[in-house]
């Protein structure tokens, strides 16, 4: 079963708004990543937090942990069209050498 | 532009047909991942490989099969297909193990249709 589940499935919003997604995940992690997959095409990675770190910004973009809850947003601020994709957290969960993926979020955004 | 070249981005083959899907990983990267991706069950992990030797298993069906030569580049073995076996592969790198020096670093895809 996947390691972290990413909510909501989709989302869609106007241009400039805040899009904001979650992801929970079952184990003690390392630490979490979030991707982004344009359509058909291969994941690129945002932004790595560790299980030590709360917040962490890049950009437009601000990611939160909360290991107690075992949960982490991301928040993508003044969205534009181009912010249109799947995004997806990934899981270093401990004891493993791997990253795990959820299912993803799907952000339409609209002009 | 990744760095990591996949071959061949698309293949049509038949059932009960195999196929080998290859990977070219980042320059200086020795850990080599493979994934499949379906509308159904998301991303899922299939293999690691580092530096010549397997690291890691995943939801890796039988059928399936994978190495990592020397120069470090991957292939995916998958035979007697089936249509369920229709998806998105992806092959991902990274220099050490996967989340603890970092990120990913994913290729194209190569996807595979099984009529």
């Known amino acids: 079963s996947q390691q972290g589940e990413e909510d909501p499935q989709a989302l869609s919003i106007q241009e400039g708004e805040n899009a904001t997604m979650n992801c929970s995940y079952k184990?003690?992690?390392?630490?979490l990543q979030w991707y982004r997959q344009n359509s058909g095409r291969g994941l690129v990675h945002l932004i790595l937090?560790?299980?030590?770190?709360r917040e962490k910004h890049s950009g437009r973009l601000r990611v939160t942990l909360d290991t107690s809850k075992k949960s982490s947003s991301l928040l993508i601020t003044a969205s534009r069209a181009a912010d249109t994709a799947s995004y997806f957290c990934?899981?270093?969960?401990?004891?493993?050498?791997?990253?795990?993926f959820g299912k993803g979020t799907m952000l339409l955004v609209s002009p | 532009d990744s760095g990591v070249t996949q071959t061949p981005k698309h293949l049509i083959t038949a059932t009960g047909q195999r196929v080998t899907l290859r990977c070219s990983p980042r320059?200086?990267?020795?850990?080599v991942y493979w994934y499949q991706q379906s509308l159904d069950q998301g991303l899922q992990f299939l293999i690691q490989?580092?530096?010549?030797?397997?690291?890691a298993k995943g939801n890796i069906l039988e059928r399936f099969s994978a190495q990592q030569f020397p120069d470090l580049h991957s292939e995916l073995n998958l035979s007697s297909l089936e249509l369920g076996d229709s998806a998105l592969y992806f092959c991902a790198s990274s220099f050490g193990l996967a989340g603890r020096t970092g990120e990913l670093f994913f290729g194209e895809g190569s996807r595979l249709t099984v009529l």
């Open positions: 320059s200086g990267d020795l850990s």
């Open positions: 990934a899981t270093d969960a401990k004891g493993y050498s791997t990253l795990t």
């Open positions: 184990t003690s992690i390392n630490n």
């Open positions: 490989y580092y530096n010549g030797e397997e690291r």
């Open positions: 937090i560790r299980s030590n770190e």
